[in-house]
């Protein structure tokens, strides 16, 4: 699976958005891009998904550049709870579904 | 969502004993469930996946032997911490993915809430 490269933290203020970014420089074609949270003492969460177009649900927007070599998860209006470890993960999917976390992003939410 | 449950969610044990961490799929059957294992301040890093029927596959570096995996039903996995140690002091999670890639064929994985171990 490509490797991906996040700021290891950001802040953001409660009520604004939240734009976390991810290089992929060496993403494949067939790869997607899925990111997950990590709540402290948790366990991961799924956000979203994509593999070319952008995507939205109910958590997060997801936007993946033309050339898809870099993302931005975008969390619409942060909140408080939102303050956790961002993770973006490149891979192809039903390849044994293993998946590598890198290092993330530390998202910080304040009043 | 789908819900895994992980149990005991807290142990604390001495040196030299061994340690069972069960793990279930509550929503769904799962032929495979992950493994992870996290140190203070650094990412998830997989250790082994569980096969439902067969022996566990292994990730490089982690001792077959010390972390023992049975995955005798499609609901249930269990990792066992042999002769543990304060270095083997972590936060194990467990995932699993549903049948036929679950709602959406997203792919996601569902993770346990994590079993925090501490060797004295």
Known sequence: DAKTTQPPSMDCAEGRAANLPCNHSTISGNEYVYWYRQIHSQGPQYIIHGLKNNETNEMASLIITEDRKSSTLILPHATLRDTAVYYCIVRVTGGGNKLTFGTGTQLKVEL | ?120
């Open chain 2, 1 to 120: 969502g789908a819900v895994v449950s992980q149990h005991p969610s807290r142990v604390i044990c001495k040196s030299g004993t061994s340690v069972k961490i069960e793990c279930r799929s509550l929503d769904f059957q799962a032929t495979t469930m992950f493994w992870y294992r996290q140190f203070p301040k650094q990412s998830l890093m997989l250790m082994a996946t569980s096969n439902e029927g067969s022996k566990a596959t292994y990730e490089q570096g982690v001792e077959k032997d010390k972390f023992l995996i049975n995955h005798a039903s499609l609901t249930l996995s269990t990792l066992t911490v042999t002769s543990a140690h304060p270095e083997d002091s972590s936060f194990y999670i467990c995932s699993t993915t549903p049948p036929a890639g679950g709602p959406g064929g997203r792919n996601e994985q569902f993770f346990g809430p994590g079993t925090r171990l501490t060797v004295l």
